[in-house]
C-alpha cells in the first residue's frame, strides 16, 4: 500500500475509505465456529456408485497427479492430489456438469469455489445449494482444500518460501490436472467467501479468470497492518508487515486493482450490525463481518479509481453467516455463467419439461 493510500485511511479523511481494527483471532476462529454451526447441511451420501465413468489420470508438469478418487454422489467426486507445491496430499472436491456422461469429449467452462478461514473444501456442497443451483448449467465446479488459514498465497515462510504454496497448487498444478483430465477449458469464473473472497480477487489478478466474486472477502489486509494476518502469521504466511511490506502489498488486492479490467466483478458483505434477514433477535454486532465490510469498501473504491467497473451488494443488516454467502451465490450466479459463456444443458432442458 502507498503512502497515499496510507494516509487516506485515516479516521474522518477520504471518500469510501472505513478503517476499523480487524479481529483476532479468537474472533475470527469463533465466527468460522458459529457459521459452521449455522449452516444449513446438504448432505450426499458416500459412497454411492455413479453412473458416470472416471475421467483418465492425468499430471501436472511438476508432477502433481490423483492418487484416489471418491465418488460421493453421481456428480461429486473428491480427488486426492499429491502435491510437489504442498508437499504432500490435498483435497479437492469436483461437482461435473449434469451431462458428462453424454458429452465426454466436450470442453468445459469452470467455476472455482473458494472457502473461508478454519473450514475446508466440503464446505460448500455442505452448507449450500450448489448442487442444486448447478443441476442445469454446463459447467464443472472447482472446490479446493485451501487448509484453514491457507489464505491462497505461497507462504513467505520467514524468507526460505517453500509449502505451502497454495496459489501454485490451485493455478497451476490443479488446473493442469483438470484441463488434462477431466475436460477444464479455458474459461474460468472464481467466487469466494471471507479468506475465499479475499483467494477469489488475488486469483483474479492473474489473467486466468474472465469473472470473480467476493462475498464478504478480506480484500484490503492493509489496511491495518498489525491486525489479524500479522497477528496469525508473524513470519510465516508474507512476513512481518513493515519489514516485509513489499510482500504484504504485493498480496493486497486493493492494491492492485488496475489488473482488474476486463474482469467481471462482483463484491457483497453486510455491515456486520443486527437485523438482518438471517440474523437471530439476540444478535449483536458482528465484529468480523463489519471489517470485511470496511475492506470491501476500500477494494471498491480502488477499482473505481482505477475505473474497473464492479457490481456490489452492500445489503446493510447482516453477519458473517452461510445463509449470506448462499444468497450471494445465488445473485452473483447469472454473472458468473454469463462470463463463461455457461449455458443450460440439454439434460438440464429434459430435467425441466
Known amino acids: 500500500m502507498s503512502a497515499d493510500r496510507r494516509e487516506a485511511r485515516t479516521p474522518g479523511s477520504g471518500q469510501g475509505h472505513e478503517r476499523r481494527a480487524v479481529p483476532r483471532l479468537a474472533g475470527l476462529v469463533m465466527a468460522a465456529a458459529l457459521a459452521c454451526l449455522t449452516a444449513v447441511a446438504t448432505p450426499a451420501g458416500a459412497g454411492a456408485s455413479p453412473h458416470a465413468a472416471p475421467p483418465r489420470a492425468a499430471a501436472a508438469d511438476d508432477g502433481a497427479h490423483v492418487v484416489a478418487r471418491q465418488w460421493i454422489d453421481e456428480r461429486t467426486l473428491d480427488l486426492t492430489i499429491d502435491s510437489p507445491a504442498m508437499a504432500g496430499n490435498e ?9 458428462a456422461k453424454a458429452r465426454p469429449h466436450k470442453r468445459w467452462p469452470v467455476l472455482y469455489l473458494l472457502h473461508g478461514c478454519c473450514d475446508s473444501y466440503v464446505s460448500w456442497t455442505r452448507s449450500t445449494d450448489v448442487e442444486r443451483l448447478t443441476a442445469r448449467t454446463d459447467v464443472l465446479v472447482v472446490m479446493p482444500e485451501a487448509g484453514t488459514d491457507g489464505f491462497y498465497s505461497d507462504w513467505w515462510n520467514g524468507g526460505s518460501g517453500g509449502s505451502p504454496r497454495w496459489e501454485t497448487f490451485h493455478l497451476t498444478e490443479l488446473r493442469q490436472i483438470l484441463e488434462r483430465g477431466f475436460q477444464a477449458g479455458p474459461r474460468r469464473a472464481v467466487a469466494g467467501l471471507s479468506m475465499g473472497g479475499y483467494g477469489a480477487m488475488k486469483y483474479a489478478e492473474t489473467g ?8 464478504s472477502g478480506v480484500l484490503d489486509p492493509l489496511s491495518d497492518p498489525d491486525g489479524v494476518l500479522a497477528y496469525l502469521y508473524p513470519d510465516a504466511l508474507w512476513g512481518d508487515p513493515v519489514a516485509q511490506r513489499a510482500v504484504w502489498e504485493a498480496n493486497d488486492p486493493t492494491d492492485h486493482a488496475d489488473l482488474l479490467h476486463g474482469v467481471k466483478l462482483f463484491v457483497a458483505s453486510g455491515n456486520g450490525q443486527p437485523g438482518g434477514p438471517y440474523d437471530g433477535s439476540s444478535q449483536t454486532t458482528d465484529r468480523t463481518e463489519a471489517e470485511v465490510y470496511a475492506e470491501s469498501r476500500n477494494f471498491v473504491h480502488a477499482l473505481r479509481q482505477a475505473h474497473v467497473p464492479v457490481t456490489t451488494d452492500f445489503y ?5 453467516a452461510w445463509q449470506y454467502w448462499q444468497r450471494d451465490l445465488h445473485r452473483s450466479f447469472p454473472m458468473l455463467m454469463h462470463a ?3 449455458q443450460t444443458t440439454p439434460a438440464g432442458q429434459a430435467a425441466t419439461r
Open 91 to 99: 483435497q479437492v472436491r469436483l461437482l461435473l456438469p449434469p451431462d
Open 208 to 215: 486466468l479468470f474472465r469473472a470473480a466474486a467476493s462475498y
Open 316 to 320: 446493510g443488516p447482516g453477519h458473517h
Open 340 to 342: 463463461i459463456g455457461a
